[in-house]
T-cell receptor, first 114, second 115 residues
Framework: AQKVTQAQTEISVVEKEDVTLDCVYE???????LFWYKQPPSGELVFLIR??????QNEISGRYSWNFQKSTSSFNFTITASQVVDSAVYFC???????????FGQGTRLTINP | DTGVSQDPRHKITKRGQNVTFRCDPI?????LYWYRQTLGQGPEFLTY????????KSRLLSDRFSAERPKGSFSTLEIQRTEQGDSAMYLC?????????????FGDGTRLSIL
């Protein structure tokens, strides 16, 4: 199976620190899509970002930024100046062109302490 | 903008009973997905519909599981003769099919507990 690996099971930082969540994926496809989702304690998965394999530009959205590197098959997520409300489980996922299912990593539980 | 709606939020039942969950997708979305999530794990794909057609089923979906989307709108997921191992959160998601792979938007899930 072509896996998605989130090696960090849990991360705990103090508010206002920067934090990076790692994601490494496996794929034999040339066209694929990568996603990040946030799952707060309430349980609903919230879509954060989608990238396709042809777009390696890094993206910034407010305090969130994503670093996509095909050479290392990584799609890392950085939160700058973290806040308590960022506490959640974050999932990285991939999909391939022609197959709709998402393959998720195991998630990283992020705790931001005040 | 109404999101994906799932009913019930929680279901507790005895082993061996049948259960049925309902999912109402975002109205303009024609793709609908079911996933299962166990504690400490990421969601695992179960099945997917485009309109009323069930286009893909995971090997996780045993004979005891059946999903339908009869009119291409809401969907139901039924589990027959429930087992302890069926205890999980069942997530529904929907997406449009404009082109390529669109983001899937998830509901709050149905948490199933088997006694």
């Amino acid at each position: 199976a072509q896996k998605v690996t989130q090696a960090q099971t849990e991360i705990s930082v103090v508010e206002k620190e920067d934090v990076t969540l790692d994601c490494v994926y496996e794929t034999r496809d040339t066209t694929y899509y990568l996603f990040w989702y946030k799952q707060p304690p309430s349980g609903e998965l919230v879509f954060l970002i989608r990238r396709n394999s042809f777009d390696e530009q890094n993206e910034i959205s407010g305090r969130y930024s994503w670093n996509f590197q095909k050479s290392t098959s990584s799609f890392n997520f950085t939160i700058t100046a973290s806040q308590v409300v960022d506490s959640a489980v974050y999932f990285c996922a991939r999909a391939v062109q022609g197959a709709q299912k998402l393959v998720f990593g195991q998630g990283t539980r992020l705790t931001i302490n005040p | 903008d109404t999101g994906v709606s799932q009913d019930p939020r929680h279901k507790i039942t005895k082993r061996g009973q049948n259960v049925t969950f309902r999912c109402d997708p975002i109205s303009e979305h024609n793709r609908l997905y079911w996933y299962r999530q166990t504690l400490g794990q990421g969601p695992e794909f179960l099945t997917y519909f485009q309109n009323e057609a069930q286009l893909e089923k995971s090997r996780l979906l045993s004979d005891r599981f059946s999903a339908e989307r009869p009119k291409g709108s809401f969907s139901t997921l039924e589990i027959q003769r429930t087992e302890q191992g069926d205890s999980a959160m069942y997530l529904c998601a929907s997406s449009s099919s404009r082109d390529r792979v669109q983001p899937q938007h998830f509901g709050d899930g149905t948490r199933l507990s088997i006694l």
